[in-house]
């Protein structure tokens, strides 16, 4: 069987297998599918969000992982306030899409960036994201799991040794 997350705009189903013992279609075994549920050809909301609530006359928060097991861990195991802050997912490692959803599409002032990236995703990556936003002047974190054999934030609290590194 599988688990799936509903993305932003209901439009698209990012499903994590879970079952190695079922046979699939061949078009579906693998470890995530990404199903265009409407035939939706715009996949700039495809990412999933855990519901929240903000107010934007204060700082907002927004936490942006690569897989949905991440961000329910950060959201979960790691982040202590939940307040006015955002926890989602981009089903990928285009985090820059997602960021520039929020600050190009919805406009979204006094934003503080997040990103968890796995530790296969190379710091120049990361902070050409921060150069995008450098013009914004938006406050901007890498966040790392440096649990040994951990790639990045979908494990137990157990296995989760954050360090943070503020670039912006």
Do not use: W
């Not at 078009?27 to 599918?33: C, F």
């Not at 700039?44 to 097991?69: A, D, K, Q, W």
């Not at 997602?98 to 599409?105: E, S, T």
């Amino acid at each position: 069987g599988f688990v799936g997350f509903l993305s932003y705009d209901n439009a698209f189903l990012n499903m994590r297998k879970i079952s190695d013992k079922l046979e699939f279609h061949k078009s579906i075994d693998k470890r995530y599918v990404n199903y265009n549920i409407t035939g939706k050809y715009d996949n700039t909301c495809r990412f999933y969000s855990i519901p929240t609530s903000i107010n934007l006359m204060h700082p907002v928060h927004l936490h942006v992982t690569e897989g949905p097991f991440d961000i329910l861990s950060v959201y979960l195991n790691v982040a202590k306030d939940h307040s006015n802050q955002v926890f989602a997912s981009v089903g990928g490692s285009g985090y820059k899409g997602l960021i520039r959803f929020f600050v190009r599409i919805l406009k979204t002032p006094n934003l503080i960036i997040h990103v968890y990236p796995d530790n296969d995703q190379s710091r120049e990556t990361i902070i050409d994201i921060s150069d995008y936003l450098y013009p914004f002047g938006y406050q901007f974190y890498i966040h790392r799991n440096i649990f040994p054999g951990e790639k990045d934030f979908g494990v137990p609290k157990e296995k989760i040794q954050e360090v943070i590194e503020r670039i912006r």
